[in-house]
Structures are given as C-alpha cells and as structure tokens.
C-alpha cells in the first residue's frame, strides 16, 4: 500500500527543480555536484541536498576544495 507522502526525490530531481538547482554548484574539474556552503539554513529541498550532496566550496574558477587539495 502507498502512503500519501510524497515520493523520495533522487539527485536528478534536484537538478530539474529550480528551487534547489539554484543551491546547487558543480566542479569543473571533478564534475561533482553539491550545495553551496552558503546556502540559507532554511530553503525548499534543504533536506533532500544534505540527503544527496554535501556542501561545496568552489573557488573563483569553480574548482572545489577536494581538487584544490585543501
């Protein structure tokens, strides 16, 4: 039996949303997806990026800190 809660929203759902997508950077080096680090406490979908993602810190070129090493 299906409850009435709405489905699990997988990573591409994200993407597709614009009310997430705005949160969400990519690597230009490693091409992983994640949320900005700056992201609000409170916004639509927070609790499906932090599900999904991790925060991402991308550098003025758009590296994350993974690829920079840090």
Same mark, same amino acid.
């Given at each position: 039996? *299906?409850?009435? /809660?709405? !489905?699990?929203?997988? !990573? +591409?759902?994200?993407?597709?949303? !614009? &009310?997430? #997508?705005?949160?969400? *950077?990519?690597? *230009?080096?490693? /091409? #992983?997806?994640?949320? &900005? ?8 979908? #927070? ?6 993602? +991790?925060?991402?810190?991308? $550098? $003025?070129?758009? *590296?994350? $800190?993974?690829? #920079?090493? +840090?």
């Amino acid at each position: 039996m *299906v409850g009435l /809660k709405q !489905p699990q929203h997988d !990573p +591409e759902w994200h993407l597709k949303n !614009p &009310r997430t #997508r705005k949160w969400m *950077v990519q690597c *230009v080096t490693c /091409k #992983r997806w994640g949320y &900005r680090d700056d992201a609000p406490a409170k916004f639509f979908g #927070r609790d499906h990026l932090i599900k999904h993602f +991790e925060a991402m810190k991308l $550098d $003025d070129r758009g *590296v994350c $800190d993974k690829c #920079r090493g +840090e």
